[in-house]
């Protein structure tokens, strides 16, 4: 924008006026800041200093304001200035806060601040005011992809929330696993029985709902597009297909069980007596509450063993390494089956660890109580025959034993429907301690078919289950405005994927409605700026296409990057990858940063004064930062910190920058990556390592030391460790000296 | 004695935890064991236990009749409750034990020479001859529980507590010589003698 006013406001309050000489931060914005109207309050959030603010935003024509007050994390209401572009400077959280108030800091405290408030109106003046993307679409129809339980009750939720629903479903009925059981786990008070599955009432609903259109016998052929604006092919098993849009997407495909022809030490395909937890629920059908007959014979089953963790919990690598959660509780409900319409039949459960979340322990109380029989064991071989013999360690009494049984259960696992592993060489299935087309015919079939340039599929995390931060994001996956449900996301029973399926739905509606507003979705919810590139610039590398951790960029004709704005995060991550730096936000760019970076004065080799430069996330390390100087731990008065999007966003021109300029050492804080990630952009932290780690080579041709930069994980939680690692950089730059690249 | 025993075997088959239930003080209980293992960790005498309680839950399960039965292990009981207020599942551990120790007694087929057992023997013909415990008949008897020779090194070797005790009034040698007696033992023998009565009815013990 060409007429960029800069107001600068400096807030006297919270005992800044007290600690800071702020009629000389007046000054400093005024002559190198190049604020066109500067004023200081002895309250700025308050009604009068906001009104002031408001005031020159509309009489003096100020677009874009500066407030040096507290963190921006604080008092963001009375700041939330529509339509201008707001720079915060961190003066109590960042300054005052963090240092002591004593006469010795006094000068290299008010140093800091005017730092600070150099780099608000550097910052601000390389800004633009976001513009709403305008290729956003407002479609706010729900696409559900899997017409089990989780696919249902997402279905039924959205429905109930006012919004149109489809519901694809690639079999002929809708129902999944649930409408095969006999009964299901007690999810209620007495947790004492197995109780109805109460599929045919849900049925009913959704047949009823003139909001949910069912597809059945139907996939998802292709899918394109964005948040708001996707474009779907349906295809019918019998041919022909229709196209539809929709804002949001729900994939709740579901599992297979592992195929216990995997487990033939098991006797799994071995003997028509030895069968699954599925199996048996269609045993159990079959006899309807009368006792339950034997496959092979038809004869009355007057004994069964159940297999705990058959094929599961693996650790020689041959099957699934992981538990599945649910099956310790699907056995004692089956044991059950037997003992309700017998209870002179011989149930016996032999486990390893006997795990029943929920309120499932009520419920093997009840199965002890009917006289199941639990045997803490390891089953190492079942031989097949009239009578079965279950051979097993007892590991309560370290006793080789066998149980003989006219049945055999075995607890096998869940493997997730989640469709290609896009990670995967060459597009094969390569999961860790399995393949992962186990329980299919062993074709892979992709669920989504999406036209990403980055796959098919969304990406697994591990075990071919979809990427989903099981604690901070659940349901997120890597690919915005499509979320996942159910045990496609991680193993789990049926009252976990109905929480699961309701959840999604939210998050869907939250996806489309903010799609619709042109915003981003989570994280930065609510974000209006979006990426654009240079093209003129762009060199078509293509590895903002290949890094962004959320496949919003795909090619186009001429193989330059296809930004699909309301699939953007907003991190930033194209960013920090683009080596001639042409990618930029209209609020965030390598200008707004790299002009903070310039902007900073630094004191020559002779002052004994370093600067250390600090990248810190927003999400995590910059509020760790902010709580820090809530408690008034102090960190050295040489940092200056800049907050980034995400460490992905980094990009080294920055640090380049840094050093050249007479930085004597640089900190980079991102959240925790790897398997158990914590960036708020699943890979952003984690490209920044990658990309970091090669930085030693440009120190070294600068002659610099490969110890003034250095790279951390930093968790919110690190309210000590951050200063902590601040304060170790100055000690280290004290130990090498200060940098030699001072003008 | 066997022939109990046999006629047990016979009735329950290989179902010892149906043997249990039916026929063990608190034997319904044996079921609800979920195999933590607080009770073996908790018990102070847990180390000496040839089968923690734990694991004889587990044999009982497994159909371990004569190993259970004939086993030292819950004769180890001193009652000292810490696993019934630790046991998660409530089980009343103690009283289980006591149980199985008695149902095997009865059987006859516990073991002879159990010190714990000779002991509870003593203490029972002791309270009931006189409706209370003669406690110097009691200790006496202990001592001379494995022979003249070995009852004469004990007490000498107890003399001083015994001559301190009796310096205080603790103890009156008196007691040898009989007394001691309740008013109205007669009444205890007749209410026992029902009481035994009801019991073995219940329990199936014909005597």
């Known amino acids: 924008m060409a007429d960029i006013k800069i107001g600068a406001y400096v807030c006297k309050g919270c005992g800044l006026g007290e600690r800071l000489n702020t009629a000389q931060l007046m000054t400093v914005a005024q002559r190198e800041g190049k604020a066109q109207v500067v004023r200081e309050h002895e309250f700025l959030c308050n009604g009068a200093g906001v009104a002031m603010i408001r005031q020159d935003i509309e009489k003096e024509g100020v677009n874009h304001v500066v407030i040096a007050a507290c963190s921006r994390r604080a008092k963001t209401d009375a700041f939330g200035f529509e339509g201008v572009a707001i720079s915060r400077v961190n003066l109590r959280e960042g300054v005052i806060w963090v240092q002591p108030d004593t006469d010795e800091v006094k000068e290299i405290t008010q140093e800091m601040a005017a730092d600070y408030v150099r780099m608000g109106c550097a910052e601000s003046a390389r800004m633009n005011i976001p513009q709403i993307n305008p290729g956003h679409g407002n479609n706010k129809r729900i696409l559900v992809v899997g017409g089990g339980i989780s696919g249902m009750t997402s279905a039924v939720e959205a429905a109930k929330a006012g919004y149109e629903v489809l519901l694809v479903e690639k079999t002929a009925a809708l129902g999944g696993w649930l409408a095969k059981l006999h009964r299901r786990v007690p999810f209620h008070e007495p947790y004492a029985d197995p109780i109805e599955t109460g599929m045919p009432a849900l049925l009913k609903r959704i047949e009823s709902d003139k909001r949910i259109t069912v597809y059945l016998n139907s996939v998802v052929s292709r899918t394109s597009g964005a948040p708001g604006q996707f474009s779907i092919d349906i295809s019918k098993e019998s041919g022909g297909t229709t196209t539809e849009n929709v804002g949001a997407i729900i994939m709740a495909s579901g599992f297979e069980p592992y195929d216990v022809k995997k487990l033939p030490e098991l006797g799994g395909g071995k003997s028509p007596d030895v069968v699954d937890q599925a199996g048996l629920e269609q045993l159990a059908r079959a006899a309807n509450g009368a006792p339950i007959r034997r496959p092979s014979d038809g004869r009355e089953i007057k004994s069964v063993v159940f297999v705990q963790c058959a094929g599961q919990r693996d650790e020689t690598g041959k099957n699934l390494p992981y538990c599945s959660g649910h099956c310790c509780n699907t056995s004692i409900k089956q044991a059950m089956y037997f003992k309700d319409s017998n209870p002179d039949v011989d149930a016996v459960v032999v486990y390893t660890d006997l795990r029943t979340p929920g309120n499932g322990e009520d419920f093997y109380r009840s199965a002890q109580r009917k006289g199941v029989i639990f045997t803490k064991g390891k089953v190492s071989e079942v031989v097949p025959g009239a009578e079965l013999q279950v051979k097993f360690k007892d590991l309560i009494l370290n006793d080789d034993a066998v149980a003989k049984a006219d049945l055999v259960v075995l607890a096998t696992g869940m493997v997730a429907n989640s469709g290609v592993d896009i990670d995967a060489a060459g597009g094969t299935p390569n999961v860790e301690g399995q393949d992962q087309a186990a329980a299919g015919d062993g074709k892979v079939v992709s669920i989504l078919n999406l036209t990403y340039r980055q796959g098919k599929d969304l990406p697994m995390l591990r075990y071919g289950f979809n990427d989903s931060h099981f604690i901070c994001f659940p349901y997120e996956t890597r690919r915005t405005g499509i979320y996942s449900c159910g045990p496609v996301r991680r193993p789990m029973d049926i009252v976990q994927a109905t929480e699961d399926a309701t959840g999604a739905a939210l998050k869907a509606i939250q996806a489309a409605e903010n799609a619709a507003l042109g915003r981003a979705a989570h994280p930065r919810s609510g974000d209006l700026s979006f990426p654009a590139f240079r093209r003129e610039g762009c060199t078509q590398c293509k590895r903002c296409t290949v890094e962004c951790p959320f496949g919003a960029i795909d090619e186009d004709e001429q193989r330059y990057p296809l930004f699909n704005e309301s699939r953007c995060r907003r991190c930033g991550t194209c960013m920090g990858a683009c080596p001639v730096r042409v990618i930029s936000f209209e609020n965030y760019s390598v200008d707004t940063v790299g002009y903070q970076v310039k902007a900073v004065d630094v004191p020559d080799q002779f002052s004994e004064k370093p600067r250390i430069l600090v990248l810190a996330c927003e999400n995590d390390a910059y509020p760790a930062l902010d709580m820090a100087a809530m408690n008034r731990i102090q960190y050295s008065a040489f940092a200056r910190v800049v907050p980034v999007r995400c460490l992905g966003s980094v990009n080294t021109i920055w640090i380049n920058d840094a050093l050249t300029a007479g930085y004597d050492g640089v900190l980079l804080m991102g959240c925790q990556k790897g398997e158990n990630y914590q960036c708020h952009f699943v890979k952003g932290s984690e490209m920044a390592h990658y990309r970091m780690s090669k930085i030693d080579d440009t120190l070294k041709g600068m002659s610099l030391e490969v110890e003034r930069v250095r790279t951390c994980e930093v968790a919110i939680t690190d309210i000590q460790r951050a200063p902590k690692i601040i304060n170790e950089m100055a000690e280290t730059i004290q130990k090498i000296g200060l940098s030699p690249m001072k003008f | ?207």
């Open chain 2, 1 to 207: 004695m066997s022939e109990r025993n046999n006629a047990m075997v016979e009735k329950y088959r290989n179902d010892f935890l149906k043997e249990v239930e039916a026929n063990v003080e608190e034997g319904p209980w044996v079921k609800m064991c979920m195999q933590c293992g607080v009770c073996s960790g908790s018990c102070p005498f847990g180390p000496y236990w040839e089968h923690p309680p734990q694991e004889i839950f587990m044999m009982i399960r497994a159909g371990k009749r004569d190993e259970v039965l004939k086993s030292e292990s819950m004769w180890m009981c001193t009652s000292c409750y810490n696993c019934i207020v630790r046991c998660p599942r409530e089980l009343p551990i103690t009283h289980i034990m006591h149980g199985l120790a008695n149902y095997a007694h009865r059987l006859g087929i516990a073991p002879k020479m159990n010190p714990t057992r000779r002991f509870a023997k003593l203490f029972w013909q002791n309270i009931m001859k006189g409706g209370r415990v003669n406690e110097l008949k009691l200790s006496v008897g202990l001592y001379f529980m494995d022979g003249f020779a070995n009852g004469v090194k004990k007490g000498l070797a107890m003399l001083p507590v015994g001559i301190g005790m009796f310096k205080t009034g603790r103890l009156n040698p008196l007691g040898l010589l009989g007394g001691g007696k309740c008013k109205g033992a007669g009444d205890i023998h007749k209410m026992v003698k029902k009481a035994q009565e009801i019991e073995n009815r219940r329990k199936g013990f014909a005597s």
